[in-house]
């Protein structure tokens, strides 16, 4: 079967090329089951035997669109992919509520899993706040900051996040210690925060209320306990001073103010 027919249709669609590779995956994995007819009710079947319930719906979000493709109904599918939402949901709002019930802090793999949890479930915005402070170890006015695709004649006395071919060019002129550090820039080539930003108008608006979204990505964590946490892990010497220029704070003041025992 030749998928060009179907991986075009899905550029026609304005998909991102992540979510894509993610469709044309799924029906090469099901080969069988796609190159053949199929009613909707196969399909559930098909899709419920997924392990888990992020699984399950990224299967039926392929089907829905194979069906779209092929001109053929999609409506019992759509009904599954919302009810599939609504449980991945709920089972997200358990182990958050989980997290911030527990009075120790959770590890840094619990973060991850949650940054991936957000991902799943196309909460993007959380996604990204909770992917620039894990990887960039940075404060909440950091990700401050408009999503532009033309990073030209834009003000240096704001944060950008730039969308380019194969990157995003995050301009970091706004935040607590750029007086002393200068503006910062960042290369982001994760395929998956790219995918997540372009679906956002900026990550954090200067009208939120920076510390109650911040802990909405975190399980309700601020932006000072998930570097501790991220700290709290066994890093290099070399890993030290990277959060340390990252971040724009001095290397002492990591090591007295960050440590999670504190």
Same mark, same amino acid.
């Given at each position: 079967? !030749?998928l060009?027919?179907?991986?075009?249709?899905l550029?026609e669609?304005?998909?991102?090329t992540?979510?894509?590779y993610?469709?044309?995956?799924?029906?090469?994995?099901?080969?069988?089951?796609?190159?053949a !007819?199929f009613t909707?009710?196969q399909?559930i079947d098909?899709?419920?035997? *997924?392990?888990t319930t992020?699984?399950k719906k990224s299967?039926a979000?392929?089907?829905?669109?194979?069906?779209q493709?092929?001109?053929?109904?999609n409506d019992?599918i759509?009904?599954?992919?919302r009810?599939?939402?609504a449980?991945?949901?709920?089972?997200?709002q358990v182990?958050?509520?989980?997290?911030?019930?527990?009075?120790?802090?959770?590890?840094?793999n619990?973060?991850?899993? #949650?940054?991936q949890?957000?991902? !799943?479930a196309?909460?993007?915005?959380?996604?990204?706040?909770?992917f620039? #402070?894990?990887t960039y170890?940075?404060r909440?006015l950091?990700?401050?900051?408009?999503?532009v695709?033309?990073?030209r004649?834009r003000?240096?006395?704001?944060?950008?996040?730039v969308?380019?071919?194969d990157?995003?060019?995050?301009?970091?002129?706004l935040?607590k210690?750029?007086e002393?550090?200068g503006a910062?820039?960042?290369?982001?080539?994760n395929?998956?925060?790219?995918?997540a930003?372009?679906?956002?108008n900026?990550v954090?608006s200067?009208?939120?209320?920076l510390?109650r *979204?911040?802990?909405k990505?975190t399980?309700?964590?601020g932006?000072?306990?998930? #570097?501790?946490?991220?700290l709290?892990?066994?890093r290099? *010497?070399?890993e030290f001073?990277?959060?340390?220029?990252?971040?724009g704070?001095? #290397?002492n003041?990591?090591?007295?103010?960050?440590?999670?025992s504190?």
């Open positions: 079967m !030749d060009r027919p179907f991986t075009m249709y550029q669609q304005g998909l991102h992540t979510t894509i993610n469709h044309i995956r799924h029906v090469r994995y099901h080969f069988t089951f796609f190159s !007819d909707q009710d399909a098909l899709i419920d035997l *997924a392990n992020s699984a299967l979000n392929t089907v829905s669109k194979w069906l493709y092929k001109r053929e109904n019992e759509v009904s599954k992919i009810f599939l939402s449980e991945y949901e709920r089972q997200s182990k958050r509520k989980a997290m911030s019930k527990n009075k120790d802090l959770p590890t840094c619990n973060l991850i899993q #949650l940054l949890d957000h991902y !799943d196309e909460r993007w915005k959380e996604y990204c706040i909770l620039l #402070l894990l170890n940075v909440n950091d990700m401050v900051g408009d999503v695709r033309d990073g004649n003000s240096n006395h704001f944060n950008w996040f969308i380019r071919k990157s995003v060019l995050w301009k970091r002129n935040y210690t750029v002393t550090y910062k820039q960042q290369v982001i080539k395929k998956q925060f790219m995918n930003i372009q679906q956002l900026c954090l200067a009208s939120d209320n510390d *979204a911040v802990k990505a399980g309700g964590l932006e000072a306990s998930v #570097l501790k946490i991220y709290s892990t066994p290099s *010497a070399t001073k990277r959060v340390s220029k990252s971040r704070t001095d #290397l003041t990591l090591l007295t103010s960050y440590n999670i504190k």
